[in-house]
C-alpha cells in the first residue's frame, strides 16, 4: 500500500485531454514539493515536473502540474501514442519515518 | 551529458550480500545528493536510501533499515549500496538517481538504466 494515492489507470483517446491525480497527507503533499515522473515500458523513470509545477528543460509545455492541500495533479493535453507509459508522483514525507514517497503509479493508455 | 550507470546486480541467495555500484559522469558528482530506488517486478517505485553531497545526511527506508548500507567516493564519482540480508522481497531493479537539490524534499532528475537484483534460493 503506497503513502501516495493514485487511480491504477486512466485513458484517454489522441488530441485529448487527461489528469491524473495524487493523493496525499499533511505529512508528504501537504507541506512539501510534488515532482512527477514518467516511465515508458522497459526503460527507466524520466522527471517531468518537480516543485509541483516546473518542468525541467526538454519536457514540452503539454505536461503541467498543479498541488493544492494534500493532492496533486499531472495534466497532459494534446495526448500522443507516445505518451503511454506509468506516471509516477513523488514527495517527502517528513513523518516519523521521514523518507521520499511514491504513489503507486497510474497507467495511462492513448485509445 | 549526465550519466549514471549502475552495476553489481545479480542472483543472490536469502541471506546473501551483495554491493551495488553507480559510476557517475557528465556533473560534478561532489555537489549532488544521490539516491537509490528501486522496482519490484511489475511493481511501482520504492525509494531505498538517499545520501548527501558530503555524506552528512544519510536516510533509509524502514523496510532496508539496518540491512543496507550506503555511501560514495566523490574522489571516484561513484554511490554504493552495500545490501545484507538479503530477502526475497528485496528482489527488484536498483536505480541509482541524482537528487536535483541538496536536501529533502528530494525531486530525481537523473535516472540509471538499473541493475536487476534477484534473491532467491
Known amino acids: 500500500q503506497s503513502v501516495l494515492t493514485q487511480p491504477p489507470s486512466v485513458s484517454a483517446a489522441p488530441g485529448q485531454k487527461v489528469t491524473i491525480s495524487c493523493s496525499g497527507s499533511s505529512s508528504n503533499i501537504g507541506n512539501n514539493y510534488v515532482s512527477w515522473y514518467q516511465q515508458l515500458p522497459g526503460t527507466a523513470p524520466k522527471l517531468l515536473i518537480y516543485?509541483?509545477?516546473k518542468r525541467p528543460s526538454g519536457i514540452p509545455d503539454r505536461f503541467s502540474g498543479s498541488k493544492s492541500g494534500t493532492s496533486a495533479t499531472l495534466g497532459i493535453t494534446g495526448l500522443q501514442t507516445g505518451d503511454e507509459a506509468d506516471y509516477y508522483c513523488g514527495t517527502w514525507d517528513s513523518s516519523l519515518s521521514a523518507g521520499q514517497v511514491f504513489g503507486g503509479g497510474t497507467k495511462l493508455t492513448v485509445l | 551529458e549526465v550519466q549514471l550507470v549502475e552495476s553489481g546486480g545479480g542472483l543472490v541467495k536469502p541471506g546473501g550480500s551483495l554491493r551495488l555500484s553507480c559510476a557517475a559522469s557528465?556533473?560534478?558528482?561532489?555537489?549532488?545528493?544521490m539516491n537509490w530506488v528501486r522496482q519490484a517486478p511489475g511493481k511501482g517505485l520504492e525509494w531505498v536510501s538517499s545520501?548527501?553531497?558530503?555524506?552528512?545526511?544519510?536516510y533509509y527506508a524502514d523496510s532496508v533499515k539496518g540491512r543496507f548500507t550506503i555511501s560514495r567516493d566523490n574522489a571516484k564519482n561513484s554511490l554504493y549500496l552495500q545490501m545484507n540480508s538479503l530477502r526475497a522481497e528485496d528482489t527488484a531493479v536498483y536505480y541509482c538517481?541524482?537528487?536535483?537539490?541538496?536536501?529533502?524534499?528530494?525531486?530525481?532528475?537523473?535516472w540509471g538504466q538499473g541493475t536487476l537484483v534477484t534473491v532467491s534460493s
Open positions: 516543485d509541483n509545477n
Open positions: 557528465g556533473f560534478t558528482f561532489s555537489s549532488y545528493s
Open positions: 538517481a541524482r537528487a536535483g537539490r541538496p536536501l529533502p524534499p528530494y525531486y530525481f532528475d537523473y
Open positions: 545520501i548527501s553531497s558530503s555524506s552528512s545526511y544519510i
